[in-house]
Structure formats: C-alpha cells, structure tokens
C-alpha cells in the first residue's frame, strides 16, 4: 500500500512533540533506600520503562556473558563496574522503545561522569531528565534493611556486613555528588525514604504530579 505522504508529515511532528514532553525519572538514593520497589510503583503508575542497571548486570551474570564475570567480581567487592559499560547498557536500551512516554532510571546514574553521558544520550533522543527524586534514609536503617534483605534476596553483595559498608563508603564518595550536579539544575527533590512503603509512594508520585 502507498501512504500518503500527507501522512507522514503530522505523524512526524507528533513524534517529535512527545520526545519533548517526555518524563525521564531519576530515582536516587543509597544502597538500601528502597529504589527498586519504589521504581517498579512509578513504572506502573507513569506509565514508563524501567531501567535498572543493577537488573541489568545481574542478567548478564545470571546469562554468564564475559561481561557479567566481568561484573560479578566488582559486585561482590561492592565496587562500582566502569562507566563506559553502564553507559552503553543505558545506550542500547534507549535505542529500543519508540513509543514509551519516558523512562525512570534506577541506580543510574552513578558518577557525575554517568549523568553528563545520561544527559548527551537524552538530548540525541530530543530528551531530557525531568526530575532527580533522592530517598534519603540514615546509615544504620541502610545496613539494616541490607541484611535482612540477604536473608533472603541471595544476593551476594548484600550478605556481609563488610560489603555493605563498602557500598555506603563509595555511594557517598563517588555518587553522591550528583546530588549537586542536579541541584545546580533546579532538579534535585529530597524525599523522605523512611515510612510505609505505600507513603513513600505517596511522596514520589506528589512530586511527579507537582511538576
Ligand atoms: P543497590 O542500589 O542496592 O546497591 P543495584 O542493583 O542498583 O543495588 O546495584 C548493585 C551493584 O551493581 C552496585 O553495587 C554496583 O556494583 C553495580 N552497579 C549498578 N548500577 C551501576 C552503575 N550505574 N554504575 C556502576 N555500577 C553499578
């Protein structure tokens, strides 16, 4: 079938209008602060594509890619894995849903370097980073959601005290000074991550809708 070209014009710019208006949420946080729960409420609720670097990693290793060996080691250390890879993981995904209305990244970005690449890879998509939504819960609660989530999770880097510590160390040292890199934006919104699960949402999704 010939389509007319009449067509092609108006669906173009709508394609376009959508890019624009976007909602890319960054969900931010220390290991432990409940991003992935909360990331899984929001996909839900906004209706957006869920990315999670750590889910991603830990597929690679589960699929014993060369990549994931790779990853398994630093994970297990509670280091971080390389930006260059992360970057190209967020990449790749960015490439694949035409149509979603936006994106929430979880544990994405990690350095300062990380969110500069997120913003470059956003723009190429005509695309922006709404909102940095930070859940802020103290050292001792961290550590011990972390182990009792090792009870159970089987997750290697949450089974030793040492390990967990490790993570906070090189959260505030190497991740945490995004938080002014989207201050400085007018980006940043703190939100209590201590409470009932339902009301952390709560906060999330009433920051969101005030946007
Ligand atoms: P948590 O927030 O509980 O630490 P994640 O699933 O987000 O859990 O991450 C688990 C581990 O995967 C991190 O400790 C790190 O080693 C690695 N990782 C995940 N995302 C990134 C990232 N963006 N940059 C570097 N390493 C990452």
Do not use: W
Not at 19 to 47: W, Y
Not at 50 to 68: N, V
Not at 79 to 105: C, N, Q, R, W, Y
Not at 196 to 201: A, K, N, Q
């Amino acid at each position: 079938m010939i389509e007319p070209i009449i067509e092609y014009a108006p669906r173009k710019m709508i394609n376009e209008l959508i890019h624009i208006e976007m909602l890319n949420l960054v969900l931010f946080g220390p290991p432990g602060a409940g991003k992935g729960t909360q990331a899984l409420f929001l996909a839900q609720t906004f209706n957006l594509v869920h990315l999670s670097t750590g889910d991603l990693l830990r597929q690679e290793i589960a699929a014993r890619t060369d990549l994931g060996r790779m990853a398994d080691e630093i994970i297990r250390k509670g280091e971080l894995v390389p930006d260059s890879i992360v970057i190209a993981m967020i990449e790749e995904k960015l490439k694949k849903p035409k149509t979603t209305v936006g994106f929430i990244f979880d544990g994405f970005p990690r350095t300062v370097p990380q969110a500069k690449a997120l913003d470059e890879l956003l723009r190429k998509h005509n695309s922006k980073v709404s909102v940095m939504l930070c859940l802020e819960v103290d050292k001792a609660e961290l550590i011990d959601r972390l182990l009792k989530r090792g009870l159970t999770s089987g997750r290697c880097d949450d089974a030793e005290a040492a390990t967990i510590e490790t993570r906070i160390n090189v959260y505030n040292e190497k991740t945490a000074p995004i938080i002014k890199y989207y201050e400085s934006q007018g980006k940043y919104h703190p939100i209590k991550g201590v409470g009932d699960i339902e009301e952390i949402t709560a906060r999330l999704k009433e920051t969101v809708e005030k946007l």
